[in-house]
């Protein structure tokens, strides 16, 4: 209880920015949240007012130059990520910063370097790494519970797509969505992917292909150990979030299903039934967003290596540029082709 | 955020105590502590400190002479609860009291007459109400989902027995674990039991027959509106924590599933498996803590009844004797035949 | 395929008489059909034309005459079985005989006299037992998979009620419905039951309580070797045909699931749901009326005991007419009580 | 009953000749089978003795030419079946053939014309169309269940490779065992592939490798309607025989789980758990096996196209090519590049 607490600055009060300050003020007691900032004042001083964090910055300089402030939080919208990772650094903080660093391979280098520079620790938001479901996977390919994988399958699909507003700014589908699944992908299997294949289309909302994206994948992932896997994206699954994964092993598949708000099953006249599954990320990965925070606090505070570093942040991106120019090309692209 | 808060004192820092200590300080926006206590000085000041909670206090008096404080928590020992709420009461605080309220009925009798003189509001820990399976089952008898009941069945398993030492003070498994499915069977059919016969028996260890109490039990409940059911118990199940209700009713059947630590299933060499349930009630019912407090203090907060009365306290525990009697006399008892 | 074969006479072209017929005809190259027999000619001769079976017998008489049948299948109404047995066991024939051998003791018990004294095999149609569900179960009890037995649940409900015009002239629930769950129940634990409780009641339709039945109950059975369970039967799911088993052991838990026309499941915009189960016995136990006649045919071929004995035809009626004991007198019966 | 019979003959007693064989004797009321021929003539003998067949053929010649045979069964290896389909054309026999036709598509191509010319029907023995899961799918999509579908997913996994000595024939993965996905995927969406991607590898057995095949892939294919999904093959699956599909429709997805041979869950000390599904295709599409049949005796019966038509499977076989290529020349594949 009256262990060493690590303070924080958080830049960012929108949504994601608040639930990671109601995480440090209510779940986490190694944590202790000195400021927070946002470009919109108002939306700041309710997080701080809500989650008892006794100052509101008027900047993220303010924020990076409070001696207090050991380690800042990120949540700030993602074209500022690398040069406020640069700032940070160079302020000799701590980094905690949603995902993705950038979608310029060359910031996102500056940034990782400006870092390495600075001996600060970085961890980038995947979250889903600390999801139960997708923990005791991992867990079972690296203890070798399911022997060798061979056979890999990521289904990731959004209940409903994003307003076309958000679609045009947003970088793409692989960038804005899949990267979760590229990084899960990794995070899984333990090794690199050397491959990608993409196919797709528009088959959600014609605008959003006008929109010059597509809301349909399904992408073949080559690792350098020869597991071959797929990801299968779509923007629209009318039953709610769809969030599975499976691992084909030489020992036996391990295979996750998805997550319900309750365990109820109703025998009626026409069906057998449940309820939904939780609809969307807030609800369905709720725990891991603690969790990540827990580990990231104590990476800091024992001094050892986060659990998603820069290179996690960077490979990603990556990922995301060749399936892209897979799918504009229509033909397999190496990794090694990009950047 | 700036809406008004219930200021809390907390009577009892062991385990639930800690808990419910907890859910206030980090949960729930609309309540504050103002002080706890227990006979334990040094418990009651280590969940202070973990809890930003203001004040220690001396005692129970202390407790109920602050002015400060709106509303209490009785968290103490079973046997303290009885006077506990009387005296609360009587110092005009609301009251969230532990189950069961006292295991002789002219005890508990004379609490809720003190609460009803007082006018104050009182709640009893039956979290079970809130969790969000028994609650969907309830919802679905309530709102005619599943047309009108006939049978019911409730499974309530430990993993593993409590110490002899506890066995011998526990007052019975009828009334130290039954008594929650004794609401459970009330609150999912809506209707109050007449009668009820006991089957049971020594079966997990001869060491709780020698203390007098049996840990294996199958109850029948004949409800006043005719539905008939059961409750089955077990000290001990090797898997963990099996806690699941099923209704059939005119027009479909609802059932509950375990709750489970993740979704993940692996296909092995020997069979299709998973991990073990959630274990216990604390990880198992974590959230109802958190549900049962908040719904107690939106009650106080807006002036309006618990969701769990004192009558809802008192009648479990005459199920309890009634069960006992059953057990006791080989015969069905009828709940009239007791006090 | 040039193994000896075992030669049968059927007595009774109805529903289950023509199940057998086929599945002698088709399933079993170790049987073969000598000759059909039924009060209605006509429907003698349909099952006889459909199963190529030479010879349509004009009688039950003539069936035990006939020199070349070593094995009688007797399929005709109840109140015929015990007075058939009689006559088989006399011509010397082994016998297959569909359940109850009668609802009078003194009849069943003449019969199994008879059955001792000619010295032929006798089996009693509790088809359940071969079915793979509950043969596992009790595989995994008669195996200690589960550990030593204490609890055990048996769910049997059909979707919907007979007739009344039958419910009048069909002994009563306990008798028609339960007697296959009596047997269950005994087949699971492997022992006998001493005591039995009976809740019921009408719910389903007021015109069965008008005929004198009832059509809702729970059993509680007390097995001589401690261990208590229940039986649950509805004459009305409207979901289907609703037929599970639970036990629980010091080392586990055994629990089968009903049986569905296909593993299909749907997630819609309003719930996650799959087809019905499968709806009734022709449907759920298809396999075990082929696998409890290839039981049969391989006792007498290889002469030892059949799987179920006339005293596994005697014990469930005992069973059915302690439970309605239970009901009339509302208290528990000892099945020593019984004639 | 006295309804009309087709009349068969069968050529190959071999496993799938003797299932064939059985479900024509002992399922199929309307067929009767008149002789059987292998080049084993002790096989063709046993089949005809266990499944009452009157005449064992010396040849298939002697099939073609019995005028009483309206129907033929070509169960023989599949280098024969081009041939024996063209003689049973000019015969003017009805023809039911195992898959695949032959793997030359001017073989295949000339016995189409051979059954065209003839005027008489044919259908391909692609059971897994008449299996109750995957029928259960077909329906959902073509109904409209699921909305117009965007994604699918064919997980196809043998339990064990077969010999090495069966590999070098086979005419590899993709023909042998990919084929059945290959109708499949069609048979699901109701529409034609345009284009085939492939990755694989070896990781089952380095010998499959040495031979020249492999035996773990990942096929995604683009359908004229712009719907793209994947087949998952692996010739290992150490828990069995794994069959499953998944498709997302705009309206829902529907997604079927393996068949078990019980529907028994235990729970245990370590886990939870159930026996491993159905261990390979004679127990897991047992049924198919007499549907198919009983579907073929029909369309002849009453003159109407067969379900499963020539082109069927001539298609298939072009697939197959097609992912090889592919996998080959490591890009994408059109159909129309193929023959």
Redesign the interface.
């Known amino acids: ?2 262990a060493k607490k690590l303070h924080f600055g958080i830049i960012g009060a929108g949504r994601i920015g608040r639930v990671h300050a109601e995480t440090l ?3 986490l ?1 190694e944590a202790h949240t000195v400021a927070i900032t946002d470009v919109n004042a108002e939306a700041a001083q ?1 997080v701080a ?2 989650c008892n964090i006794p100052a509101v910055a008027a900047s993220a300089e303010e924020i990076f130059a409070n001696p207090q402030i050991e380690a800042v939080l990120i949540c700030s919208s993602t074209n500022t990520h690398a040069d406020l990772i640069v700032q940070a650094a160079k302020a000799g903080k701590h980094i905690f910063c949603e995902k993705p660093i950038s979608l310029d391979l060359a910031k996102i280098d500056a940034a990782l370097a400006a870092v390495k520079s600075a001996g600060v620790q970085l961890q980038i938001g995947f979250n889903r790494r600390f999801d ?2 997708f ?3 991992r867990n ?1 390919v690296a203890s070798g ?4 994988p ?2 890999m ?1 990521i289904i990731s ?1 959004d209940p409903a797509p994003p307003p076309i507003s958000y679609v045009r700014v947003s970088g793409g589908m692989f960038v804005d969505m899949t990267i979760h699944d590229f990084d899960m992908a990794r995070f899984l299997i333990g090794d690199e992917v050397e491959e990608i ?1 993409t ?3 528009v ?2 909302d014609p605008e959003i292909g006008k929109a010059g994206d597509i809301d ?1 994948a ?1 992408i ?1 992932l ?1 690792f350098r150990n ?1 597991v ?3 990801i ?1 994206n ?1 923007r ?5 979030y ?1 969030q599975r994964v499976e691992i ?1 092993g ?10 319900y ?17 939780l609809n969307f990320f807030m609800e369905r990965y709720t725990e891991s967003f603690v969790t990540e925070l827990r580990s990231f606090t104590a990476s800091v505070l024992e001094n050892r290596p986060t659990a998603v570093t820069g290179i996690d942040g960077r490979i990603p991106v990556v990922m995301a540029i060749a399936a892209r120019k897979s799918y504009d090309e ?3 692209v190496r990794l090694s082709e990009i950047g």
Do not use: W
């Not at 629209?236 to 709610?240: D, E, F, I, L, P």
């Open positions: 209880m009256s003020a209510f779940r007691p309710q007012a809500r139960a479901n923990a005791r996977v079972a519970e399911i022997g060798a061979s056979l399958h699909r294949y196919a797709g289309g088959m959600v349909t399904l073949v080559r020869g071959i896997g797929t299968d779509s629209k699954a009318v039953y709610g769809d084909l030489s020992a036996g598949k391990i295979a996750t299903e998805n997550c708000p309750n365990q109820a099953v109703v025998s009626g006249a026409e069906t057998v039934h449940r309820d939904l599954p229509h033909r397999p």
